[in-house]
């Protein structure tokens, strides 16, 4: 039986003595496999009759093949446990250095096609990662043990090695045929030695004998990559059997990466269902300041049924929705997007919210038999300082009222979306100036640890201690607000997606309103002129009269024109001027080119050109158009 070679000075091998050194890598990639059978020693004289392999007896080559499977089973196992690309390309890098290789190369192809997509044109390798074995400091400075065990591709003071970083695999060409054999071959080979310079770059050659092995990666379809084995001259040469670990480890990385681009490609697709479901921004309504927040249950599970929304109402109202699609499927999410338009356009319909989640409940119920969800559908008047709420099965909100003060708010709980024949009742609630409303779903207090209500009573305390922490006279910031309820949140607490909409009521102040009734008479134009300039005037707003003398009467005009009954005029003064006509003809107004001779058709067209903003939405009862002006210094 052949030993292992030692140096001049009779000492250990070289290569044990670097397994020693790298011995807590060796452990983690393989740790079934013992420093002594990681070398893996090749042949050294023909076996006898009687000699089992590589001249060994029967029980040494059983103990050596014995050990061979160990190995291959751990450096599987440690690839298996990557979940993305570079985690299962670390595997057989781990795995394979030192103890089955002294240097490993793996090429990925660039871009790496998904599943059944065509792979574009030409096929182009990417040197995905290398890896080497290193010598210690104190090694490293004796030559004839560095250049012993310097490769022809491994620089072993650099941290990449100097092969070609791109590759294109010419048809036809030596390394393309070696790619569709798929089978691992030794570097000496005939094909091999065609191959690997087109691989590695000109110039560049692998060391003789049995001291590389090239294994082409395929996945379940193609041809995904290559992956390059190399030994020193200190450690024993590879052996056939070796041929046969290489495609072990292969098919297991080209497999996982597989998995890996095809998860990869999934996650980036509900990552953009999920970005296209949920609000890009939150609007900005008069009166009204909103924040919110949304968390996957899991990086691994990052689409849900979890979602929020803002809606900009007629008279500077604003719909706060917020519900929770059973599920945390793709499918769960389109349900969502569904639920989410459909509340989006029943809101345009300016519906109480009780119908809204009516229709909403029929709309599940068209989906299918088992499509449940719970929601929670409220509407902030800030010039009445009130709100409506209706529930479906949802977690009551909580009000965090200026002087530190939180409560959950008592609301009907109502059966949630999906069931049907159920009755939803709305509630109306005081909302005070400086008040914050905070409405989520029930991952933010519900958990294995502790059920809803003790959630709910502990986000109740966590607001009220923020609250005492900025004083009675101040409301909590908002963002740091909803940062500070997130932080409520365990190691264990995480068990479903969560969503959360904080809004903080400015109100707008009665002294800011003016309103008035105005019958659908041919005089009603110039009387709304004239409390228009009153109200401006006793604001202050004395240079804006003009233009908003002008625009109110165009469209007072044009209501005047289809109304059967009295005509409303309302002006807001917030930061901005915004003027509301309401009428009780559902016909909306829309702007149209005017012709040299037509009498009408310029109204729209001047409140276009000096307005700031205008649009005109329908009601249940008619429609109302209005305008918006910069006040003054905008």
Not at 144 to 171: F, K, N, Q, Y
Not at 290 to 317: F, K, M, N, Q
Not at 507 to 527: F, K, M, N
Not at 545 to 567: G, Q
Request: charged share 25%; with cysteine.
């Amino acid at each position: 039986m052949t030993e292992h070679p030692t140096s001049h000075e009779g000492r250990q091998p070289l290569a044990a003595r670097s397994q020693e050194r790298t011995r807590p890598r060796q452990q983690d990639a393989a740790p079934a496999v013992s420093p002594a059978t990681a070398a893996i020693p090749g042949p050294a004289a023909a076996p006898g009759p009687a000699a089992g392999p590589a001249g060994l007896d029967p029980q040494a080559a059983a103990r050596r093949e014995g050990d061979r499977l160990r190995f291959v089973g751990a450096a599987t196992r440690r690839i298996a446990r990557g979940i993305d690309l570079d985690e299962i390309v670390l595997g057989l890098c781990r795995a394979s250095v030192p103890t089955f290789s002294d240097a490993i190369l793996v090429y990925l192809r660039d871009p790496l096609p998904v599943g059944d997509e065509r792979p574009v044109s030409p096929f182009v390798l990417r040197l995905r990662r290398s890896d080497r074995l290193r010598l210690s400091e104190e090694e490293t400075d004796s030559p004839s043990e560095t250049e012993r065990l310097r490769l022809p591709v491994i620089d072993p003071h650099g941290d990449l090695t100097p092969a070609a970083e791109l590759c294109e695999v010419r048809s036809g060409g030596a390394l393309a045929e070696v790619l569709r054999g798929v089978r691992p071959v030794f570097g000496d080979s005939a094909a091999a030695r065609a191959a690997l310079p087109e691989l590695l770059g000109a110039g560049r050659t692998v060391p003789t004998g049995h001291r590389a092995i090239l294994a082409p990666l395929r996945g379940r379809r193609r041809v995904i990559g290559a992956a390059v084995f190399l030994r020193g001259t200190e450690r024993p040469p590879f052996e056939s059997n070796d041929l046969l670990v290489a495609a072990q480890l292969a098919t297991h990385t080209a497999l996982g990466i597989d998995k890996a681009v095809l998860y990869g490609r999934e996650a980036y697709i509900a990552d953009e269902l999920q970005r296209t479901m949920l609000p890009d921004s939150l609007p900005q309504p008069t009166g009204v300041r909103l924040a919110s927040r949304y968390l996957p249950a899991a990086e691994t599970a990052r689409v849900g049924g979890d979602w929020y929304d803002a809606i900009p109402l007629p008279g500077s109202r604003v719909a706060l929705v917020v519900g929770d699609v059973m599920g945390h499927s793709m499918t769960s999410a389109a349900i969502m997007g569904q639920l989410r338009t459909t509340a989006q356009t029943l809101a345009g319909l300016d519906l109480p919210p009780q119908e809204v989640l009516h229709h909403l409940d029929e709309q599940a119920q068209r989906l299918g038999s088992d499509r449940m969800a719970t929601c929670l559908y409220a509407v902030y008047d800030p010039v009445a300082h009130r709100i409506t709420i209706a529930n479906a099965g949802h977690p009551p909100p909580v009000l965090l009222h200026l002087g530190g003060r939180a409560e959950v708010l008592r609301v009907p709980p109502g059966a949630p979306i999906g069931v049907g024949g159920v009755d939803f009742e709305a509630v109306e609630l005081d909302a005070p100036a400086g008040a914050t409303l905070l409405l989520y779903t029930d991952g933010l207090v519900e958990s294995r640890l502790r059920d809803v209500w003790t959630g709910i009573e502990q986000l109740r305390e966590r607001l009220a201690a923020t609250a005492r922490l900025t004083g009675p006279d101040h409301s909590p910031p908002l963002e740091a607000l909803c940062d500070d309820v997130l932080d409520m949140l365990g190691p264990g607490d995480r068990d479903d997606d969560i969503a959360l909409l904080a809004a903080r009521f400015d109100g707008i102040a009665p002294s800011d309103v003016a309103y008035w009734h105005l019958e659908p008479e041919e005089t009603a134009p110039g009387r709304a002129r004239r409390l228009a300039r009153r109200a401006l005037s006793r604001w202050g707003l004395d240079d804006l009269s003009d233009s908003v003398e002008l625009l109110v009467s165009e469209v007072v005009t044009n209501a005047v024109r289809y109304a059967e009954r009295p005509v409303t005029l309302r002006l807001l003064r917030t930061d901005i001027l915004r003027c509301e006509v309401g009428d009780d003809s559902p016909q909306l107004p829309r702007q149209r080119r005017a012709r040299d001779m037509d009498e009408g058709g310029r109204g729209l067209f001047l409140v276009n050109r000096l307005a700031r903003r205008w649009g005109a939405t329908r009601l249940s009862t008619g429609k109302v158009v209005w305008f918006e002006m910069p006040s003054r210094g905008q």
